[in-house]
């Protein structure tokens, strides 16, 4: 069901304005803190994005889940605080709730299936017996899969070349 969100539109959320601004003010209270402290780099790049993707969202809230020390220490601030932990949990539950319910929405209603539809659709569930493939033929098919695969990457460089 999540896998919906990664890599796509519905996977992306706006940052709002406080949300950049409490990371701003938190990166100018981290006095002392440097590339290396937790929190810091990634501090700068949502300073600059507009947006957020769904895994960098799962990313900081694994951090605030998994994070041993007190609020008041450089890793923790550089992460946006409090506000960020529960602006993080909130819009990655509005995400995954938004999963849920457009796939609710998309399954057909149960009540309206009759008796006779259950028995006619029974046959249609029953699964076709399979030819067993012989020890020689059984791993022939990823073998030539491998080979159609490797031939396409070599015209493809030679393509590039070109």
Known sequence: MNSKLYDN???QVLIPKQIKDQLRNAFSMAKGANE?????TR?????SQESISYPQLKR?????????GKENELPFILNGGRIMKNWVNSELNRMRNNVKDRNHASKPDDSKITHSDMKNNVKDLARPSQQHKTTSNRHSTSIADVAVTESLKRIKELISKI
């Not at 290396?36 to 810091?40: H, L, P």
């Not at 900081?60 to 041993?68: L, V």
């Open 60 to 68: 900081i809230k694994n951090f605030f889940d998994n994070y041993q």
């Open 9 to 11: 539109a519905q996977g």
């Open 36 to 40: 290396r402290t937790e929190g810091y």
């Open 43 to 47: 501090n700068q790049e949502l300073q």
